[in-house]
């Protein structure tokens, strides 16, 4: 095996274009060390992206924010106007792991792992997040809710790297709010988890709304039944119910070690209510 | 697999050490440097046994590779003392005896100073969700959490 | 030796204080050194190639490949240990310890161990381990209970016919052995009864989650002596083990614990120091071996799972008329689960005129379990003490009452077998009854249960010295490894013997090769039997001194007492001398006959039996079957704590393991046998923000039989809290919870009335 630290972006793509066995990129580690422990992964190339310096900062204009590959989590709590603007984004990037795993573990990679539960990607897919890609040939957009295409399997191609995901900027009245199910209060991964984003108007009627689930299917879902739901109301029960009853219709789940199919579809209702009226109290400015 | 030659800075001391280019942080300071005072409990940053400081973020050292060390800093439980002087944590942890077998006992008191640099005041909760990476079998928490506390408390005064 | 009179409210100097433990320096500061921080010059790396079928015949091992890579000097199959004799002191049969360390003909179980490669280092080991070819040919495999009991099921053990069955069965079963306890006539209890309660419980298992691995260096010389650096709760059990399985001489290996980082029972039997030894043995180089956490869940000793079919009557008086339990457990793919200790358990807490208890030792494809803190005791009681719960619910008293109506006390005559003598349940009740805790109002979606448990001490083979130091100080060894600050206590009670202050005394661990023989640190025994041999040895050494002390004043010896630690003559007729301290004393050892010590061989009784009573309160999240466990106390008996915040410790840390066991720790296996969750990520032990802090009542009904009147407390804290916690939830959801663990997807089922 042999480890690379590169420079630059075009240095990365560039080795990772030439390995002709198994290459694996390195950005917080917390997944890809732990392959290789358990001997699930044996790479005989691994690119550290994290002295790229491009990509270990995050950096907000006016279109919105660029949060570069190798920024770990803790480092989202700690920017101020990322956390107000995107409030469910960055409470689901630092739901993942331990205080230990936050100064390491970074959104892109979660993405890039490309999991069914990871806990980052609902939130992301309901904040219409995109991912930008770098390969040989240049760069590319993908919408976050297009980028897993099946579990541990993604869009990337070959000698391509996540270099940033991208966030808009926020209107007035707008926010965000993300959950998850864990039979324990830390350490577990998701069984199910669920990221809305709601717009509303200043009278407090919803005009845009997305919702992301995790762990109910075999990739990240957007669930754009369960956004419209929501879509025109002030949030009652009914559109609630709706909600919850969108997401359950959406679920696919699997029985496995963290949780029944039943189980799944039941908690996802419950907490899609939840996070609706969690994000629509933040961006009604009461939390 | 040929080894990778790794400078990097130890508690204030400089090191240097040739490492595996697979191999785990955690490996390459108990077998490299010598610095067994870090436990593998779990290899997978489960357990928080391990927890180092690196360049100021507390991190799971078995989660970092030896290579990755390069020009960083790293702080480890061996530096938590200063000389003769423990540091007040260790000094509440054992008076409230916050350890029984003492295994996690590096990784909690790393972890905790994590925490009161960060945050001089945490409330019972804070304190209990900054830990939930570091496991204890042995105490059920309870005196560790009061010992992160009453150190707390001291330090403010 | 004191008497119960002399000592029930004996205010002490130092026993019941609270210094800071004698090893605590070294391990705030990282300096302690466990299992796996000892290294040696020429030091090898060793790794086990596991099996990966739950049940397989090994048709054959070629090693040839792995054996050519470089840097590989020594592979090991199981053709390289031997079966032992006279490991007579291990509870285990030396032909399953020998089995189960490497794999003989069957791979039992995922993760059997099959071959052991040592390499220069950790990564070629690994690369060797996949050079290794084994054929295997898979068998039918069962690892659940019921499955492995009903008539199709396949029979893991050609050779096993249930014992201690009448008739003898005619054909082989996965059953070991069946087991009966009991006195009276059940069946005219249950005729007296106005309530009966009938009910299967089940409880999945669960692993002792000691942070730290097994992990050792072994150390074989040329000239067949050999030294093995450990973690473990007994070394002597190390060494008899090991010695058996190598066919040494116990005095050519000389074992030393290391500090240990957990056991909780999983550390009281072997699984890698044969195997590092006889490939130490093999090459000649000291091998280490360290267990990676997957090979922790898959290969080392989980408890057993359980089946438990509970039945008890009571009267409308809150009488307890009759009780009846059977119960199953698999103690992995080897005959010898905990059965015994689980049945003679289920009804230890109550005086039960009627009483019965049948116990069935189970074999299925899964790990030898091995001892966790009050093995087998937790499983009974949740059955029992959920039992309880609901005929006090039906007869209208209240938990507490009825089984303060019903408790065992001085004289009652146990399930299986002997009289109590004096003990404590009672008065754990009482001040249940009595605490802030239980009288405390409840939140919405809120439950309380109570449970009792009861756990018996052993005592056993012990060892310690204590030698008086030129300059006044002593230092006590014994051969109990210290997992949660028996050194402190071992310092306490010698000082208090002594009558010179904490700080003059010291503790250390001695290797087989410095003490004669001393049992595991397990049964909660240790501050009792060390504790007392440390006692004894003090004591003898105080004949010692007040025989230097005559010497001195040339007085007869009988002529001297000790007090205060000082020697001083008995009275008027001795004459007048100025009392002469311990330190006076051993300063002139040299001149007054040489050193001074005191030694203790003894074989520990009069263990006093511990009972405790805990009360949990646990709130339920109706919509995601999320359960909190709110508040929490534990009271125990602890006879007397000899350092209260360890004794605190012990309740605590039993407490949070009992709440991990109930709502989300459990074996997972596939349908394919093999274990789905070997990793502390899904096997769920509690983190810091699951739990509260947990309170704590110590009640002191001294133990006659130990000179500060100690009763063992580790082990009583585990065994109430599945049954709290189960009556809590009961409580909380309105249905009778019977399967543990009591994890989400269960809570929302019964929420939803499934």
Known sequence: ?287 | ?157 | MNKIDDISGTEYKYVGSRPVRPDGLDKVTGKAQFGADLYAPGMLFAKILRSPHAHARILSIDTGKAEALDGVKAVLTSTDLQPGEGADDLEDDMDHVLENVMARGKALYDGHAVAAVAATSASIARKALKLIDVEYEVLPHVTDIEKAIAPDAPVIREDMYTQDMDPKPDKPSNIARRMEIGHGDIEAGFEKADFIFERRFRTEAAHQGYIEPHACLADYRSDGHAEIWCCTQGHFMVRSACAALLGMELSKLRVTASEIGGGFGGKTTVFIEPVALALSRKCGRPVKLVMDRDEVFRASGPTPSSVVDVKIGANKDGVITAGFAELWFQGGAFPGSVIDLGTMCAFACYDLENVKAIGWDVVVNRPKSAAYRAPGAPMAAFAVESGLDDLAERIGIDPVDFRLKNAAEEGSTAAFGPKFRRIGLKETLEAAKASDHYNSPLGPNQGRGIACGFWFNFGGTTSASIKIELDGTAMVTVGTPDIGGSRASMCLMAAETLGIPYENVRCVIADTSLLPYSATTEGSRTTHSSGMATVYASENAIKVMCGRAAKIWGIPEDAVDWKDGHARPSGANAGEFEPMSLADIAKKAHETGGAIAGHCEFEAGKVGQSFGTHIADAEIDPETGFTKIVRYTVIQDAGRAIHPSYVEGQYQGGAVQGIGWALNEEYIYGEDGRLQNAGFLDYRMPVCSDVPMIETEIVEVPNAGHPFGVRGVGETPIVPPLGAIGNALSHAIGTRMDTIPMSPPRVLEAVSGG
Not at chain 1, 93 to 115: D, E, F, H, K, Y
Not at chain 2, 66 to 79: H, K, L, S
């Open chain 2, 1 to 157: 697999m040929s080894k990778i030659h790794v400078n990097a800075t130890v508690n204030g001391d400089a090191v240097e050490y040739l490492c595996e280019p697979d191999e785990s942080l955690l490996d390459s300071l108990r077998d490299r440097l010598g610095l067994t005072g870090s436990k593998e409990g779990c290899g997978t940053g489960d357990c928080g046994a391990c927890s180092v400081v690196l360049d100021g973020r507390l991190v799971c050292s078995c989660l970092v590779l030896g290579a990755e060390a390069d020009g960083r800093a790293i702080e480890t439980i061996e530096g938590l003392a200063d000389g003769d002087e423990l540091h007040p944590l260790q000094q509440k942890f054992l008076e409230h005896a916050a350890l029984q077998c003492g295994i996690c006992t590096p990784g909690f008191l790393v972890a905790a100073k994590a925490l009161l640099d960060k945050n001089p005041d945490p409330d019972e909760t804070e304190i209990r969700y900054w830990l939930a990476g570091n496991l204890c079998r042995c105490t059920g928490y309870d005196k560790i959490v009061r010992a992160v506390m009453d150190t707390a408390e001291e330090m403010r005064r």
């Open chain 1, 1 to 287: 095996m042999r480890y690379l630290a590169p420079a630059s972006v075009g240095e990365a793509v560039s080795a990772l274009a030439a390995e002709p066995g198994l290459s694996r990129i390195l950005a917080g580690g917390t997944d890809l060390l732990v392959q290789m422990k358990t001997g699930l992964a044996e790479p005989d190339l691994i690119v550290d992206i994290k002295k790229i310096s491009d990509l270990t900062e995050i950096r907000c204009d006016g279109s919105g924010f660029r949060i570069g590959a190798a920024v770990c989590g803790a480092q989202l709590a700690e920017h101020g106007e990322l956390a107000s603007a995107w409030p469910g984004v960055v409470e689901s990037v630092n739901l993942i792991g331990s205080t230990q795993i936050q100064g390491r573990a970074t959104p892109a990679g979660n993405l890039c792992n490309a999991s069914p539960a990871a806990d980052s990607v609902p939130a992301l897919i309901a904040a219409a997040a995109v991912a930008t890609v770098a390969g040989t040939g240049g760069t590319r957009e993908v919408a976050v809710e297009d980028f897993v295409t099946s579990p541990g399997r993604s869009v990337l191609e070959n000698g391509e790297i996540v270099v940033s995901l991208n966030l808009p900027a926020r209107p007035e009245n707008a926010s965000d709010a993300y959950e998850r199910f864990i039979p324990r209060t830390e350490m577990d991964i998701a069984v199910v988890g669920v990221g809305v984003s709601v717009e509303t108007d200043s009278d407090g009627r919803i005009t845009a709304a997305r919702v992301g689930l995790g762990a109910v299917a075999p990739t990240p879902l957007l669930v754009e039944d369960a956004g419209r739901a929501l879509v025109g109301t002030k949030l009652d029960d009914e559109a609630l119910e709706k909600c919850a009853a969108a997401a359950m219709e959406a679920c696919s789940p699997i029985n496995d070690k963290r949780g029944t199919i039943d189980f799944r579809i039941k908690v996802a209702g419950a907490l899609a209510k939840r996070v609706a009226a969690r994000a629509y109290r933040r961006a009604r400015g009461e939390q």
